[in-house]
């Protein structure tokens, strides 16, 4: 068994910066990738990017470059490190994990979705 709270949030201005952190309770975290999410007002949740078990990380086109994704096991955390931020990246931020499968899993395991953390951008 495996939860993840999010926590980090707040208000910051355009150009400006959060770092928001997942930290799950649960012994079998490290076997987890880890994904951000981010659901705008009016529309569905998207995947932002990943962390693997291994540390490997991806990104969607939009954040590639501004957002940086890592984990530290022994704190059984990961982190979301938000650089210049825009005001389209307003919206509710969810980590979720996914136990290790390869070639994938089938989501039966996945971590539920917790309460998120707000974000807004603006001036």
């Not at 984990?71 to 990246?89: G, H």
Request: glycine residues 16%.
């Amino acid at each position: 068994q495996v939860q993840l709270v999010e926590s980090g949030g707040g208000l910051v201005q355009p150009g400006g910066s959060l770092r928001l952190s997942c930290v799950a309770s649960g012994s079998l975290f490290r076997f987890y990738n880890v994904g951000w999410f981010r659901q705008a007002p009016g529309k569905q949740r998207e995947l932002l990017g990943y962390v693997t078990t291994g540390g490997s990380t991806n990104y969607t086109d939009s954040v590639k470059g501004r957002f940086t994704i890592s984990r530290d096991n022994a704190k059984n955390s990961v982190y979301l490190q938000m650089n210049t931020l825009k005001p389209e990246d307003t919206g509710v931020y969810y980590c979720s994990g996914a136990p290790y499968s390869p070639g994938g899993g089938d989501g039966a395991h996945d971590t539920d979705w917790g309460q998120g953390t707000q974000v807004t951008v603006s001036s």
